[in-house]
Structure formats: C-alpha cells, structure tokens
C-alpha cells in the first residue's frame, strides 16, 4: 500500500513502473526461493529493512519539521485517496506528515512481526500473530518491541495458556 500511495502521488513514466515491477518480480521470486530455503533467514532480512524504512521514514519527518521539504509542508499538496481510504485518514489530518506518520507505524509494526517470527522455530513453535482459540493475538505486543518478541517470550504465553497452538 506504501508503493501505491507514492505512486498515486507521483506518477511514474512507463520506464519508471516497469521499473518497479521488474524489480518487484525479482524481489519476490528471490524471497520466495530464500523463503523455501530458511524462513527465520527471510523473516530477519525483512525486519532489518523495516528498521531501515522506519529511520528513513523518521529522517522525513526531521527534515520536514526543519523546513528542508517544502514541497512536501505546502499546504496545497494534496494526499491521494487511495491513502485517505486505506489509513481511514480524518479530515483536517491529511497532510504529507501524517501520511508520513501512518507509513512509519506500518513499518514498525512489521518490523516487529519479521523479527518475531525471525526468533521462532519455524518448524515447531506457534505462531503468536494468528488468532488461537482463545482469541489471542500478539501483533501489539511485538509492533512495541522492535526487535520483536523472543522466542522464550512467546513459549512463555502459550505455556501458560494465554495462547494456544494453531
């Protein structure tokens, strides 16, 4: 949803978006060989470049408050409706720094999921971000820690019942 709005935003030349989704076949063909090979692997590289998004994302927001983005702080540049729909974006909060702010808690969230399952034993430890039968789900917890949950952390919960295995 994060290349959608920015594409919706600037949209790209021919070149450019094919571009991107040649680089988009290559990334995913890539990860999903790598995944076939070691999850755990795929899952950490994934929240190493969540952590990068999130700096980066937190950089814009530096440098828009400094003023050194002025494009982006007119008051006349307009968010996309693809974005405003997706983030249930308020009126009066549609500004480049909130889309901006929506974009970073999207990727600290995953961050923190990547580098949770990264943690786990992808052969026999459960999966704390699906819902158990007892309606248990931990994605608020690791989107707070960023380099996720840790695999004792999440045994932890299901031995003591707060989870179950699905």
Known sequence: MHLMTFIAMYRPGRLMRFMVFA???IFYNTMFIG???SPSFCHRLVG???DEAVATYTKCLTE???GWLP???DPDFKIPDIAIKYWKMPEGRRTMRDLILYIRADEASHRGVNHTLGN???TSDPNPFMESDSGVNH????AAKPAGLERKEVLEKYASGVGTRT
């Open 120 to 122: 786990l034993d992808q």
């Open 71 to 73: 494009q982006w702080t």
């Open 35 to 37: 995944y076939l090979i």
């Open 64 to 66: 828009m408050d400094k």
């Open 48 to 50: 190493y470049l969540e």
């Open 23 to 25: 680089a988009q076949g």
């Open 139 to 142: 994605m608020h917890l690791a």
